[in-house]
């Protein structure tokens, strides 16, 4: 029987989405996962999956609000399913050139709910993106996409791997 994955994810402009469907792909693509990804806030149970992936971006050093009441409100279930998170947020090339560690909160989230392990991917913002302060970024010339779909999906390959093989990885 396939192992059923679950990839939520919170995020404000839709960037997180495109990263948490890349993973969800990836993830069926490898064989003996059937993954599909969701919206964070719309996910009303996590029994039925057998493992779990969260994601959200980061806004102001913390986790997307949805990601964040995510854990809050399944953290009992989560926490007896294989369980990975993942962040995005830097405009910048920072987060392809070094591992940047997760924000206090999630590290926090990590530690009780025994998740597996924790990547941040870059950021991706621009033009009409939702918010005064993104607007007021892109307008800068700060914005921009950093997103690595290269590093993201062999992430998720790992997590495939990981998934079918039994094997537990860092």
């Keep these: 029987m396939p192992t059923k994955v679950l990839v939520a994810y919170g995020t404000t402009n839709g960037s997180i989405a495109r990263i948490a ?5 990836v993830l069926r693509k490898g064989g003996g996962v059937l993954a599909e990804a969701v919206p964070a806030h719309s996910v009303t149970d ?15 050093g913390r986790w997307h609000k949805d990601a964040r009441r995510f854990v809050r409100r399944h953290g009992r279930v989560l926490a007896g399913r294989p369980l990975w998170f993942f962040s995005s947020g830097p405009l910048d090339a920072s987060a392809t ?8 909160g999630v590290r926090r989230v990590m530690t009780r ?12 913002l621009e033009e009409g993106a939702k918010g005064f302060v ?6 800068s010339g700060k914005g921009g996409d950093y997103r690595d779909f290269g590093q993201i999906e062999v992430w998720a390959m790992d997590i495939g791997t990981e998934l079918v093989s039994g094997a537990r990885s860092g």
């Design 21 to 25: 469907e890349t993973i969800a792909e």
């Design 46 to 60: 996590v029994e039925s999956y057998d493992a779990v992936v969260v994601g959200g971006g980061l806004y102001g």
């Design 97 to 104: 050139e070094k591992e940047i560690p997760p924000v206090l």
């Design 113 to 124: 709910l025994g998740a597996r392990a924790h990547v941040t991917f870059g950021g991706c």
């Design 134 to 139: 993104a607007r007021k970024i892109v307008s």
